[in-house]
Each structure stands twice: as structure tokens, then as C-alpha cells.
């Protein structure tokens, strides 16, 4: 129905601020990459857990990151994108009958994944404006059957990004329940306020954590499917099997495209995040002019933003009217919830969009009514 209405509106008019992936092009140092690795001849299987020019540059810069040298050989794996990788990360650490706690709202992935591993999901809340969490809830949920955690931080939908101290915390958590931490860091170089910090690096967890991410979110490569998972070689060797099951391999010439970009200099990223604060404080800016109760996300590029003045029975019915009438695409609250009851009165936006998209989508809402 969403694509069907959009291609009705027109693609002139119309506005996604639904699906998170850039309108803008890619920096062309990364598709030339791309262009020479085809004609290189990187056109047939890489090793299945990754080529070695790849995990060797994750490797390289997540070792200075860090502060530890982190093994290309032994805990670098190569998965097609972050989606491929949670869910490999899950069939391999986690057993049938096992709980994992996952925070919600959360990426939609993550209580299927959950699901399909045959685990037991326990929600924990975080709740707005700010996204924190009860610790006390939070602390309730760990018990003898808890195996893993599944962190997002930074955060989507909401872009929370989460504390040093409530990382702290939950390390605690894990250590004394002996579980492990599953964290989807894919927008770590997304942090406009406050620090992103990795949960291997605090006391305790590099030994039990597996850490996600990938090209998709920081390069505006989000088709090429290119992930990686660092996990401690005992938790390696069972992800690298069922990564082999499940895809065999990432595509090669992409691979060594992303090692090309994991090597652009430090200029790259204060650009980008520059570029991304920019779009930023336009539609937060321009949403809450529309009536949005719409807090400046910390991290990430995505909005979730507060609904209760307009007029309209629920989330899923304000984003049918904006489809439909409007010709602006947002993502439901409640999608990202075990009860869908509880995202009701939110919408997500996306905002990895040109400036002139984020103003001309800010102009369309500006006629809506209000309660």
C-alpha cells in the first residue's frame, strides 16, 4: 500500500522519511573503489568469514578505537550487513529456552531474531522524552535463564545513545548472571551529543560481548550488505558456522570497496556527522513547528517523534493519512513494540535525507490539523 500510494503521488512529491538510507550520493572515492575492485578481478568467493583485506582493516581500526588489539584472524567475521549479522550472532549464542532481554522500542529484527533462535524475549522499557530505562526493571529481568542482552547504540528508533553509566550497569548485569552482550553499533559514527562507547571495552566484557556493525549507515552504502561481527574467538567459531549456513559470504567486491573506505581519513567523519547535525536541526526544527513533540535526537538519524496534538485515532492511522493525503512516509510507533499499544502515540522519521528533501517533507506537514 505505502509504495503503491507513493508511486501514485508522484516521486516529485512525495516524501520518504520512513526507510532509513540516504537520497544523496555516495562519496565517489568509495564507488571508485567499488569500480576497481570488479575490475581487479575480486569477482568470485572471498573466504567465507570475510576477505582478509577487510577484516584485517575492522581490525586495525577498531584495535585504535578500543585501546586493544582486536584479531583479524580470530575475531573479525564478515556477514551481509548488520541484520545478517544479529541474527548469526543469536543462532550461535543463544539456545532454545534461553531468555534475552531486548529493549524496546526496538529495531524490528530484534524480537524475531529472538524468536527464531527459539529464545524467550524480555522487554525491557525505555521511556521517553529521554529513553532511559528503570534499573530496577531493568536488574529484574536478569535471572538463571538469561543468556544474552541486545544493545542499540547508538539507537534506533529513538537515537538514544546510551551512557557510559548505564553501559556500567549493564555490564554489571552480565557479569554477575554470566550473560552475554549482543550490541548493534552500526551508528557509531553518528553521535552529535554526549560520547558513543562500546560495552567490550569496559571491564569484564571483552570476553563476553559480540559486537555488530558494518558500511550501510556511516559510507551511505545501505544496498551493498556489508557487516561485520568482533566477538572472542570461542563465540567466533560458532558465528563464522552458522554465517556459512545462512549467506556463505558477503559480495566480494564490496568487501574490499569497504576496506578501501574504513581507510578515508578522520576528515571524512567530521564532515559526515557535521552534514548529519545540520539535517538534524532542520527537522526536529521544522517538526515541532508542525506541532510534533519531536526531542533533538543524540545519535543516529531517526526521530521518534510525539503525536498527542493531532487529531487522529492512533500512530498507524496518522501514518496512513500521511501516505495517503499527504504524501509523506513515516514509520508506525507501534511497530517498534512487543504490544503495539505501547508506540501508539509516536511516528519515526528519518532524516539521512538533502536538505531541500527535509524542507520540502516539513512544508507538506505544515497544513495538518491540530486537536
Known sequence: MTRQNLELNGPERSINFAQGFPDFDT??????????????????????????????????????????????????????????????????????????????PFYENYGPDCILSGAIP???????????????????????????????????????VYTRAELEQIARLCIDHDAIAITDEIYEHLVYTGEHVSIATLPGMAERTITISGASKTYSVTGWRVGWIIAPPVLSYGIRKVHDFLTVGAAHPLQM?????????????????????????????????????????????????????????????????????VAVATVPGSSFYHDPKLGQKHIRFSFPKKLSTIERGVQALKGLPRS
Open 27 to 104: 562519496d565517489p572515492r568509495i564507488v571508485e573503489a567499488a569500480v576497481k575492485a570488479l575490475r581487479d578481478g575480486h569477482n568470485q568467493y572471498a573466504t567465507t568469514w570475510g576477505a582478509a583485506p577487510l577484516r584485517e582493516a575492522v581490525a586495525r581500526k577498531q584495535s585504535i578505537a578500543w585501546g586493544r588489539e582486536v584479531d583479524a584472524g580470530k575475531e573479525v567475521t564478515v556477514s551481509n550487513g548488520a541484520t545478517e549479522a544479529m541474527i548469526a550472532a543469536m543462532l550461535a549464542a543463544v539456545d532454545p529456552g534461553d531468555e534475552v532481554i531486548i529493549f524496546e
Open 257 to 325: 570497496a569497504v576496506a578501501a573506505a574504513l581507510e578515508l581519513p578522520s576528515s571524512f567523519y567530521v564532515e559526515m556527522r557535521g552534514d548529519y547535525l545540520e539535517r538534524r536541526d532542520a527537522i526536529v526544527a521544522g517538526l515541532n513547528e508542525c506541532g510534533f513533540e519531536a526531542p533533538s535526537p543524540a545519535g543516529a538519524y531517526y526521530i521518534m517523534a510525539g503525536i498527542a496534538a493531532f487529531p487522529y485515532e492512533d500512530d498507524i492511522a496518522m501514518a496512513r493519512h500521511l501516505i495517503e493525503q
Open 122 to 160: 524480555r522487554y525491557v522499557a525505555l521511556r521517553p522524552p529521554d529513553w532511559t530505562f528503570d534499573p530496577d526493571e531493568l536488574a529484574g529481568a536478569f535471572n538463571r535463564h538469561t543468556r544474552a542482552i541486545i544493545i542499540n547504540t547508538p539507537h534506533n528508533p529513538t537515537g538514544k
